[in-house]
C-alpha cells in the first residue's frame, strides 16, 4: 500500500497537531481537504442538517432538535456544533461538494462511508453519486430497543443509516468479509462526548472493511470516536474539526488510544 500519513498542516487550518498515528486538523474540511494527499478510506459522521420537515424546524439549534426535552440538559457532551441548520437543496449541495473533494483524495477502490438519519437518507444517496463516488449500499445501524421512542402511536426510531461505496470499481477484498449488512449496537450516554457521537463500537464494524494498516480519514470527526476505533485496530487516522471543544476533546482521546 503506497498511502502516506502526512502531518504538514494545511495553509488554512487553525490547528494541524501530530498523535502517534493520527493527524488531526482544526478547521473547515472544504479547505483542508484540498491539501490531503492520498487515504485509504473515508468514514464518517457529518451534520445531518434534519430534526424537522421544514426550514424552521432545521435551523434551530442541534440541542433543540436532538436532545429530548429540548435542551442540553447540563450534559457536557451535549454542547452544540455547527454546520447543522442548512436546508435540503444547500445540504445536498454542500454533501456533494465537500465528497467531490474527498474522491480526489480517496484511493482507487478506497471505501466510502457516511452516516445520515431517515430524512435525509435520499439526498445523500443522491449528493454521494454527484460527488463522483460509486453507491453500493446501506449498512442500517439498529440502536436497539433502547433507542428514542417520541411517544405512543409512533414507531421508534431505532434506526440511522450508512450509505457506502467506494471510489470506481471495488476488488475482492483479500482481508475478509462479507461483513455483516446490518449493524446493531446500543447508545451508552455514559460514554459519549458529542451529542450526537456515535459508539466506538459501531466505528470499528465498520473500520474492519478497510484494508489493514490503511488511512481512515474523518472531515467531521466530532469527538473522535472513528479515530479511537481507527488506532485501536491499528490503522492510521486523519480527523478534520471546525469546533474547538470538540477537537480538543478529540485530541486528548486519540493521545489516549495510542498503543501502548
Known sequence: MN???????????????????????????????????????????????????????????????????????????????????????????????????VRQALRPGGYAMVFTDWRQLPTLTDAFQAGGLVWRGLVPWDKTEASRAPHKGYFRHQAEYVVWGSNGPLAIAEHGGPWP???????????????????????????????????ILDPFMGSGSTGVAALELGYRFIGIEQDQHYFDIAAQRLADAQPG
Open 3 to 101: 498511502s502516506t500519513l502526512t502531518a504538514t498542516p494545511a495553509p488554512q487550518a487553525i490547528d494541524c497537531r501530530q498523535i502517534g498515528s493520527a493527524t488531526i486538523y482544526r478547521g473547515d474540511c472544504m479547505q483542508v481537504l484540498q491539501q490531503l494527499g492520498q487515504v485509504d478510506a473515508l468514514i464518517t459522521d457529518p451534520p445531518y442538517s434534519s430534526g424537522g420537515m421544514m426550514r424552521g424546524d432545521r435551523m434551530q439549534s442541534p440541542a433543540a432538535k436532538y436532545v429530548q426535552g429540548g435542551g442540553a440538559e447540563g450534559a457536557a457532551h451535549n454542547l452544540n456544533f455547527s454546520g447543522d441548520n442548512r436546508d435540503g437543496r444547500s445540504w445536498a449541495f454542500w454533501v456533494s461538494c465537500w465528497v467531490s473533494l
Open 181 to 215: 449488512g446490518v449493524v446493531r449496537e446500543r447508545v451508552d450516554h455514559r460514554k459519549k462526548f458529542h451529542m450526537t457521537g456515535k459508539p466506538v463500537d459501531l466505528m470499528r464494524q465498520l473500520c474492519q472493511a478497510v484494508p489493514p494498516g490503511g488511512i
